[in-house]
């Protein structure tokens, strides 16, 4: 007997489309285009697997996974989605779904987590329950490279254990966003709590984590709880831990082995139930070679790993960051968001970003205070003078292929940067410009307005 595989999409193309690849694998394929109806399909009949879209005309497709997995518990779902949120893969995964894809559907690479459900299918009833998301939160985690897919994936699988939990990656990549992120889907009634290791001097930083009895040491003249303490029922994150002292490696190691620890000064034996989140940007497996870090804490600490990708391994998501990141600012500063222009967006897209989304931030923060028109130009960026990994838009590669390291542009960030280089070596002279161009100069004058270019 075929598998029965439904389709829950409103778009007839992409719904026939993928009907007709699944029913040349052998597949029995119905399609549904709206909640209502893939709803009353799954209640009438059992189906092996279902593809679900997450715009739907009478609701989104996350409300419908609930209903869905209540007919049938065990039912693999995957959510399909063209918005590029990747806290919505979270809040889908966190309610059931089992996988996750954006649109444009990679197929292939589709057939191939179907046909893994399914093989997993039978072992679903010894799976943990399926857990309802938690309420929202402000949307932190941006892009669609498969990079980010994969760590918002990590991040709702992990969420509701309690096993400790490594961030690795670079400076700036947004470590402490996902270990807040993994404390709020948890489901832990208590407080998120952060502690920067590297920030607080070794004599200070015993007494942080756990706290000090009165009079333990010169200036203790009251008992004090620590992070373990305040973080009870809720998360502690330890950022930076690779920079931990070699004594206080081993005093978080056994608060993690045994959970349990002492005051400083103190002899009570308190028991914690802190759900430890660390972060860093070196391998403490390479420090713990190199005799710098214990093996085995290294080990404790990444029960489970997240790996956050460097902003130049994913560039693609370089547009989307802007736009989140532009409406944040704004609020916090109070002022009306502004535009940018294609020449600034296609100079972003090309530096190298050695300090990752918070050098992003800090720039475009700096443009926006200096911006006095409402729109973000090239020259306010000030990267020009800065080195760049990818090409001028002319170069190419090996027998005329683009270099893999080029970014490719639209047509729009081509076209600005060409007439700005005109404008640059006329000197601004609109006539020359506009003869070595072959346009007329109003023509001109529309290009210099909507590209926001500088005139020399």
Known sequence: MPRQLLIIEDDPALGQMLAMHFEDAGFAVEVAQSCR?????????????????????????SDLIAPLLKADPHLPLIMMTGRHDLELAIEAIQRGAADFVHKPIKVAELQ???ERLLRQRKAAEQAPARLEAGPGAARDLIGRSDAMLAVSKSIALSARSSATVLISGESGTGKEVVARLIHQHSGRAGPFVAVNCAAIVETLLESELFGHEKGSFTGAQSRKLGKFEQASAGTLFLDEIGELAPT????????LQERVFQRVGGTETIATDARVVAATNRDLMA?????????DLAYRLKVIQIQMPPLRERRDDIPLLVEGLLTRIAERLGQARPRIAETALAQLCRHDWPGNVRELENRLTQAMVQARTGLITADLLALDAEPTTAPGPFETGVQGKPPE?????????????????????TGGHKGKTCEILGISRPALDRKIEKYGLRMP
């Open 37 to 61: 109806s893939g709803l009353e399909r799954v209640q009438a009949a059992p189906v092996d697997l279902v593809l679900l879209d997450q715009q739907l005309p009478d609701g989104q497709g």
């Open 112 to 114: 191939q987590t179907v």
């Open 248 to 255: 206080l490696q081993a005093k978080l190691l056994r608060a």
């Open 287 to 295: 420090e713990a070679a190199a005799g710098r870090f214990r093996e």
């Open 405 to 425: 390291s080029q970014v490719l542009r639209t047509l729009d960030a081509v076209e600005a940067e060409h007439v700005q280089r005109v404008l640059d070596h």
